[in-house]
C-alpha cells in the first residue's frame, strides 16, 4: 500500500461495493417514486422507465465523482464532501434537463406534461440533494471506519517490530564489560553487532530491508551469543541457495533465531546445535531454524508468542503466498518459514512512493 | 571473606572474579557453572558468601538457594541477575542482596558489605522454605556434604525417626 492511498478520505466511487450501493440506492428510490400515492398507477412498466433513468443518473454520478476524485482529495474533507455534494446537484440537473429536451423531442411524454413537466428538472435537483447528501454521508462515515481498521492494525504491526528481550541486551552488556578487561577487541565487534541489532529494532532502516541484511543480523545475534554461551552454542548454516537481494522487511527472521537460542539451547545444560537452512522449493523460499529443546518447556512466557507475532507480520507483508510453520518434536523444534518467489508487487510501488 | 561465584555464562564469572579481586578482604574460593555443581562444591569450600546467577539451565538459582539452607553453616545468597524480574522471589528465599548485571564494583562492595554484616542466618532461618514452585530436586545431608536426588529418580519416601530417607534409582539416601 502506497502513502497516498493511506491519506484518502473520500470513498472509491468506481470500486464495487460503492457502485452497489449506489444502485441499491438509486433502486429504492425508483420504488418509492412508483409506489408513492398521487403516482399516476404503480404499473411495472413504469417501474421499469424509472428505474433505468435513476440507474443510469446513479451511474453517471459516480464515474464523474470517481473521475474528480483525485482533485477532491486534496481538499479538506468538509469542502471536498460539499463540493462532491453539489457535483452531484448539477450533475443530475443537466442530466435531468438532457433526458427532457429528448423527451420531447420524441413525443414520448414520460417525464410528465404540464405542471408535472415544469416540475420535472428541480424535482430531479431536489432529489438529489437530499438522497445524496445521505449517500454521501454513509460512504464518508464508512470510508472513515475503514482507515481506522487500517491504521490500528498497521500500528499493531510496527508495535510488533520491535521486540528485543531485554535479558539479551543486559546479557551482551554484561559480556561486554567482561571483555572489555581481558579481549577488547572482542568487546569492540560485540558492541558493534548490538548497535546494528538494536537500530533494526528501533526502527531506523525503515520497513524494508533485503534477506542478505537480515541474515547478517542473524550473524551479527549469533555472535553475540556464542560470546556468552561458548561451546555450549554450536551452529550449523546452510543458507548460500537464498537470494540475498530479496526484498524483507527486517527483524522477521532474527527473533526466531533468538527464540530457538531463548527456550531450546540456553536452558540445555550441554547446549546444542542450532540449524539453518535455506531451499529453493518449486514455488518459492524455505528457510528453516531447528534447535534441541527440553522436553518440558522451562521458560515462561512461551514460544508461541513471538512466533504469532512473525507470523502477523509476515501474513501483513506477503498475505497468503507466504506462511510459518512451528513442528514441535521430540526433544526438537523447528520453524519453517515459507516465502514467495518474488516479493509483493506492492514493496517496489511503496519504495517509490518514499523517495518521492 | 570467601565468596563462590555461580553463573552458567564463563564470561559472567570472569568478570565477577575480577570484580572481588578488586574488593579488600574478599577472596574468590570457587567457581560453579550450575546450581548442581554449587551444591557439590559448596560443603567443602565452606563460602561466606555466594553469588547466584538466577537463570541458570536445570536448576535455577532460586532453589540452589533453598537447598544451600540445608548445610550446617549456611553461606549468605546474593543473586545476580540480568534483568530484575525476579526480585520478589529472591525475598521469597530470604536472600541478602538482590544486585543486577552488569555489576557495578561499587554496588558489589556493599552486598559483599551486607553480607558480612548478617551472614547466612537469614537463609538458615528460610529453612529451604519458599514458594512452592516447581521443584526439580531432593536435597539430602549424608556425612556433611549434601546429596541432590532428581526428583524423578525418587522411588519413595520414608520416615525413620528424626529422618526422612529418600529411596532412588542409584541408591538411598
Not at chain 2, 538466577?54 to 533453598?66: C, N
Amino acid at each position: 500500500m502506497s502513502d497516498a492511498d493511506d491519506h484518502r478520505w473520500l470513498p472509491p466511487f468506481c470500486s464495487l461495493p460503492t457502485l452497489f450501493a449506489v444502485m441499491l440506492v438509486a433502486e429504492l428510490v425508483a420504488l418509492i417514486v412508483v409506489l408513492a400515492p398521487g403516482a399516476d398507477g404503480a404499473t411495472l412498466m413504469r417501474l421499469g422507465i424509472v428505474s433505468v433513468y435513476l440507474q443510469w443518473l446513479g451511474l453517471l454520478n459516480a464515474v464523474v465523482l470517481c473521475s474528480l476524485r483525485g482533485a477532491l482529495d486534496r481538499l479538506t474533507p468538509r469542502s471536498g464532501l460539499l463540493i462532491a455534494w453539489l457535483v452531484m446537484i448539477g450533475v443530475t440537473t443537466l442530466a435531468a434537463l438532457l433526458i427532457q429536451t429528448m423527451d420531447r423531442a420524441l413525443g414520448l411524454g414520460l417525464t410528465g406534461s404540464g405542471v408535472a413537466a415544469a416540475r420535472f428538472v428541480p424535482a430531479n435537483a431536489v432529489l438529489c440533494a437530499l438522497i445524496g447528501a445521505a449517500l454521501l454521508r454513509y460512504l464518508f462515515v464508512i470510508e472513515r471506519w475503514r482507515e481506522r481498521v487500517r491504521a490500528a492494525s498497521k500500528a499493531q504491526v510496527d508495535a510488533l517490530q520491535a521486540r528485543i528481550r531485554p535479558h539479551f541486551l543486559f546479557n551482551s552488556m554484561n559480556t561486554i564489560a567482561s571483555l572489555i578487561r581481558t579481549r577488547p577487541a572482542d568487546a569492540e565487534r560485540a558492541v558493534e553487532d548490538l548497535s546494528d541489532l538494536f537500530r533494526a529494532a528501533l526502527g531506523a532502516n525503515g520497513a524494508h530491508g533485503t534477506l542478505g541484511e537480515e541474515l547478517e543480523r542473524v550473524d551479527h545475534y549469533l555472535r553475540i551469543e556464542s560470546l556468552r554461551l561458548g561451546p555450549r552454542l554450536a551452529i550449523r548454516r546452510d543458507l548460500d541457495a537464498l537470494p540475498r537481494d530479496f526484498a524483507l522487511p527486517p527483524l522477521l527472521l532474527q527473533p526466531l533465531v533468538e527464540n530457538a537460542i531463548y527456550h531450546g539451547i540456553e536452558p540445555l545444560p550441554d547446549g546444542g546445535t542450532l540449524d539453518l537452512t535455506g531451499r529453493r522449493l518449486d514455488d518459492g523460499w524455505e528457510i528453516a531454524i531447528g534447535n534441541p529443546c527440553p522436553a518440558r518447556p522451562v521458560r515462561r512466557g512461551g514460544n508461541g508468542h513471538a512466533i504469532d507475532n512473525i507470523r502477523a507480520r509476515i501474513g501483513y507483508h506477503f498475505g497468503d503466498r507466504a506462511a510459518l510453520i512451528a513442528e514441535p518434536g521430540d526433544g526438537r523444534f523447528r520453524v519453517i518459514v515459507r516465502l514467495p518467489l518474488e516479493p509483493p508487487d506492492g514493496h517496489a510501488r511503496a519504495m517509490s512512493a518514499r523517495a518521492r | 571473606m570467601k565468596v563462590l561465584v555461580v553463573d552458567d555464562e564463563p564470561l559472567a564469572r570472569e568478570r565477577l572474579v575480577a570484580l572481588i579481586g578488586e574488593i579488600d578482604g574478599a577472596a574468590v574460593v570457587g567457581q560453579a557453572g550450575s546450581g548442581a555443581a554449587l551444591l557439590e562444591a559448596a560443603p567443602a569450600l565452606r563460602p561466606d558468601v555466594v553469588l547466584l546467577d538466577i537463570r541458570m539451565p536445570v536448576m535455577d538459582g532460586l532453589e540452589a538457594a533453598r537447598h544451600l539452607a540445608a548445610l550446617e553453616t549456611p553461606p549468605a545468597v546474593v543473586f545476580c541477575t540480568a534483568y530484575d524480574e525476579h526480585a520478589l522471589a529472591a525475598f521469597d528465599v530470604h536472600a541478602i542482596d538482590y544486585i543486577v548485571k552488569p555489576v557495578r564494583a561499587e554496588r558489589l562492595r556493599q552486598a559483599l558489605e551486607r553480607a558480612r554484616r548478617y551472614g547466612g542466618e537469614q537463609l538458615r532461618r528460610a529453612g529451604g522454605s519458599g514458594p512452592d514452585r516447581q521443584r526439580t530436586h531432593l536435597c539430602a545431608r549424608v556425612r556433611g556434604s549434601l546429596v541432590l536426588v532428581p526428583i524423578g529418580e525418587v522411588a519413595y519416601l520414608q520416615a525413620e525417626d528424626k529422618y526422612v530417607v529418600i529411596h532412588h534409582a542409584r541408591a538411598r539416601s
